[in-house]
């Protein structure tokens, strides 16, 4: 397994960079590698073992790649958390069990080690261990999902699963030396850490930045493949095209002006691309490919160079099997399932979503064409179902109402069975209620009979991770939407009413 | 506030915002994440450009130093020539 390859052999070539507003370190990986094994050393004499848990709660940095890798040299356990998500208390240690935990914010609780610890154990030791070789089902990392309740989910991931969804992902895109992968979000995801570990097993460079600094060091790195989400590239499109406007500059020439000039493709995922941004970059001659995964199924369709489809996300990847009931609701099974249960979660959780043999019912709803492409058509869970039996998808609607100038996003709700309601956030504050109240005509005037909206709310404040309206991974949160505005989504007087 | 470096400020932060705001109108003192819905992300690509077009260079400045320009007025005073020293 790769896990097992990155660590018992040095690599051959390749590069390390980080990337921060003020400067850029760069390693070579056989550095990297050699650090990774000291640091494994220096972690055993204090008592890490195989079984054991890390804990890391720091952003972007040298000394959180060097962790994950020690870790990974000594049989441990890590568990990334997200800071601003988590706090480095007390609390945190016990309730993960964590051996150690290592932050770069201010922590004063028994067992937690400042980031920077991890230079001086490096330096501290003169030998590498002999590298721990993972079994297939063990658990090499936990990582954290939204959680309905407010408390994120936890949710170990086999050796098997990463060595799976590295081994597909390789199939698709052959990144090779030369290439540099840019990975600018929370390295606490899995995934992120997925091109560190490609790098070291296909001796590419690999470019990682602070969340903060990305459109500044992307020129500046030059990279190959920008590993992204739709909320960021959606900026990115923001930004080149009013770039281009302004300047009357072709958008290609702008386009590369942000991402530099070697793009061989931009990754997107985690949350649905509006089709209007994938055309965008396509057509600025940046290829981007949309996948789909689950933080409970890792990567099982994805779009690639030579196999690619307008509108899906792509075709399902070797070891997944796409599993469609009657209604169209996605289940995944996988030849090397990430887990078959969370490892933190509510009483509860685990059956819902983990099923006997490898499969995870997604709530996601699908459909494959003949060709083995995937289409996401939208949630399960965000199907209304009217008093007359009829289901109405709620996603198209939402798309359609935040497609003009008005609205840049919906979300719909049926607070009582008589009527559809969105709750809008409005291009502009203060909201032009006539503008907003066209929108929705426009919208009503191209919907079915069972899916016109009765009347929009208008949001008070945008829709906000910070705010908790959204997810980490910029998907609107619902329950708690709908809970923000109870009253006026109750109320049949409130808001714009459709004409 | 420095006029030159207010007037591309201005004309660079309406460009990332989402809303239609014309350059006159930001307030100078208001929160830009607040008031605007100014993303991390965004805010960054306003300073790249804003940098670029006042021939300021951005690596002078780190992540701590971003997370403190939280209005239009401690932008500009920060990026402005005369001052960038401070910072």
Known sequence: MIVNRITANAPTGGRIS??????????????????????????????????????????????????DLAALWLG???????PGKFEPDQQLVSRYGLRLLFTDRPAEAAGVLPLAEVDRLVEKADSAPEPVVWE???????????????????????AASIDSSLRAVQDMFHHRPGDDLFVFLPLSLLQQRYWIYSALRHGHDVTVSTYEAAFATLRRARPTVVMGVPAFFETAR??????????????????????????????????????????????????????????????????????????????????????LDADGVISVRSDHPVNDHYAYAAPGDSEKVFRPGGIVRTGDLGLIDQDGYLYILGRADDVIVLENGKKIVVRPIEERLASGPAITEAVLFCP?????????????????????ADALADANAALGKDERIA????????????????????????????????????????????? | MHAETETAARENLVLVLTSPVEPEEVDPDADLAARYGLTSLNKVLFLTSLCDETGTELSRFTEHDLARMTTLRKVVDAVAPSTIEAV
């Open chain 1, 416 to 436: 009582r069975q008589t009527e559809l309601v969105a709750v809008v956030r409005p291009a502009h504050y203060p909201p032009d209620e006539a503008v907003i």
């Open chain 1, 18 to 67: 980080f990337a921060r507003l003020d400067g850029t370190e760069t390693l070579e990986l056989v550095e990297l590698h050699r650090r990774a094994g000291r640091l494994a050393g220096a972690l055993a004499e204090l008592g890490i073992g195989p079984g054991d848990r890390i804990g890391i709660l720091a952003a972007n940095s040298p000394q959180w790649v060097l962790l």
């Open chain 1, 76 to 82: 441990a356990e890590t568990a990334g958390f997200e």
């Open chain 1, 455 to 499: 009347r929009a709310i208008v949001a008070r404040e945008p829709f906000t991770v910070e705010n908790g309206l959204l997810t980490s991974q910029f998907k609107p949160r619902r329950p708690q939407i709908r809970a923000a505005y109870a009253a006026d989504l109750a109320n049949p007087q409130e808001g714009i009413h459709a004409r």
């Open chain 1, 238 to 323: 923001r930004h080149i095209g009013a770039r281009a406007a302004r300047s009357g500059k072709p958008v290609g020439e702008q386009a590369v002006q942000l991402f530099g000039d070697r793009i061989r493709y931009l990754w997107t995922g985690s949350a649905p691309a509006a089709p209007a941004t994938l055309r965008f970059f396509n057509e600025a001659g940046l290829p981007i490919f949309e996948g789909y995964g689950l933080n409970e199924t890792c990567i099982v369709a994805k779009n690639h160079p030579g196999a690619s489809r307008e509108g899906s996300v792509g075709r399902v990847v070797p070891g997944k099997e796409v599993l």
């Open chain 1, 136 to 158: 297939p089902d063990r658990v090499t990392t936990v990582k954290f999902t939204s959680g309905s309740t407010g408390e994120p989910k936890g949710l170990g991931a086999t």
